[in-house]
């Protein structure tokens, strides 16, 4: 009993920890980047390289769950459900809901590995749960029959503003794409809605015009060097 409360205790823990990213794909031109130095706060630049994991029959991507290395360091971007409240929305604050995507990411790995867990159906009894709960142990991805369906190295350059609390990033993968995001962070149950009003007002500071949503880079890597599993998330409209 004791271990089962401690449990629910910092699953608990671990779950307020969680953020929401709301954000929007656009493209950059040189217009949106001159404009973009003129309005924004430079934050720096940096490299990363990302590697992406699934089962061979796509059990995670086919769900919307991306389970991802990064710098040493595991992540999970699972999908959030609609804008908070029952209020109804205006056809334009639908049209900027459309245009965004939200995303809970998760960075603790017990709590990673048990989500992966629930949606495998992968049984594993305690003490190899224990075996397989630190970062540089990756035994636990051939237990749960993980590999790796993408690699690549994005360069990254972000702006602030801050009146809005909003960042962009400028994304040049080294597979030849190049992709701009507005993001704002929202904590798990916060006001989504404004997140959608602040990125739009953000887009139409930008000169963004456009009323599709933009593709990202796992649209493009996977297009081009995996079509069937492209294939299949589009077929469950997952891209």
Not at 197 to 218: F, P, S, Y
Request: net charge negative; glycine share 6%.
């Amino acid at each position: 009993m004791q271990q089962q409360q401690l449990h629910s205790m910092t699953r608990l823990l671990i779950e307020r920890q969680m953020n929401v990213e709301v954000e929007r794909k656009f493209l950059c031109n040189a217009d949106t980047l001159k404009t973009l130095e003129e309005i924004g706060v430079c934050v720096g630049q940096r490299q990363f390289h990302d590697q992406y994991f699934d089962t061979p029959g796509f059990d995670l991507t086919l769900r919307d769950l991306w389970l991802r290395k990064r710098k040493g360091c595991w992540e999970l971007k699972c999908p959030t459900t609609g804008a908070n409240g029952t209020e109804e929305t205006s056809g334009e604050q639908s049209e900027a809901n459309a245009l965004c995507t939200r995303y809970m990411e998760i960075t603790n790995l017990p709590e990673i590995q048990l989500r992966v867990k629930e949606v495998i159906k992968e049984d594993t009894d305690s003490e190899t749960a224990k075996e397989i709960s630190s970062e540089e142990d990756e035994s636990w991805l051939s237990k749960m029959n993980l590999v790796c369906f993408a690699e690549f190295t994005t360069v990254r350059q972000s702006f602030t503003l801050e009146e809005e609390m909003v960042q962009i990033d400028l994304d040049q993968a080294d597979f030849g794409y190049n992709v701009g995001e507005i993001e704002v962070l929202v904590s798990e149950g916060g006001d989504v809605q404004s997140a959608l009003e602040k990125i739009e007002r953000t887009a139409q500071k930008l000169g963004l015009t456009g009323h599709q949503q933009v593709e990202g880079k796992m649209h493009i890597y996977l297009k081009r060097n995996h079509p069937e599993h492209y294939a299949k998330l589009l077929s469950e409209h997952i891209l």
